[in-house]
């Protein structure tokens, strides 16, 4: 909310407490609500960026060796952009808010692919696949919805939750989406049944945000945790009982 984005370096292990960060950006007025690396792949991929969110519809991409802007991507539509998600690949952007509508943009070309439409309500939560093909949303109408980047087209929705879900998120595998929703419960479903197939009540309000362990070169993972953070102040962590 002081409008500033900061870059720090936690790779050195040092301690925060009187640290600089690494870069500082004036994002201007409400305009880095929600913000996330853009890291490119490959020998002759361009220079690596921070995409923020805004108040008034646009998405604008930061150069992450000097802070200056880029580029800025337009929904065409001046609503609160709240939710953000960057394909692991690093060629899409996808983000929604207030408002019923998704988009997905082409993070170089910097061009709109597609819009989705489908919920009836404020979507709180964007969320890629690991393979950056599907694109998972989570909305106030009470329902998750899953959508082919690729085509375009809509996949399928998935209904069990009695409040606002507030966050979805793939399994790294594809093969389940973790949720979490006004409601209190964090829910699991299976890809192939197109069904709820675990439900968690550990929480006793809202839960703001679930995340699946992830694998790195450093740390290998074949059987991801879940954690799920609540408004009850408490972080849950889980071993899914999945196939």
């Known amino acids: 909310m002081d409008n500033t984005m900061r870059v720090w370096d936690i790779g050195t292990r040092k301690a925060l407490n009187g640290a600089k960060p690494l870069l500082s950006i004036n994002a201007g007025p409400i305009n880095a609500w929600r913000s996330r690396f853009v890291s490119r792949k490959g020998d002759e991929a361009p220079e690596d960026l921070i995409a923020s969110s805004t108040d008034s519809g646009t998405i604008k991409l930061w150069s992450l060796e000097d802070g200056r802007a880029v580029r800025e991507l337009s929904t065409s539509r001046p609503n609160f952009m709240y939710a953000l998600a960057v394909s692991p690949d690093g060629t899409k952007i996808a983000c929604a808010g207030v408002g019923s509508h998704v988009y997905v943009f082409d993070t170089e070309a910097g061009m709109l692919l597609c819009t989705f439409s489908g919920h009836s309500d404020n979507v709180r939560s964007v969320s890629f696949s690991a393979d950056s093909s599907l694109l998972v ?7 998750i919805q899953l959508h082919d980047v690729r085509h375009g087209s809509p996949v399928t929705t998935l209904l069990g939750h009695h409040g606002w879900v507030l966050t979805a998120e793939m399994h790294p595998s ?15 479903w299976d890809m192939a049944q197109r069904a709820c197939v675990e439900t968690h009540s550990q929480h006793s309000q809202a839960v703001w945000g679930v995340a699946w362990q992830r694998s790195s070169d450093d740390v290998p993972i074949t059987r991801p945790m879940l954690a799920s953070v609540g408004e009850d102040c408490s972080v849950h962590l889980y071993d899914p009982l999945l196939a």
């Open 137 to 143: 949303t989570a909305s106030d109408d009470k329902q």
């Open 174 to 188: 594809g093969a389940y989406i973790a949720s979490g929703s006004v409601d209190t419960k964090v829910k699991i």
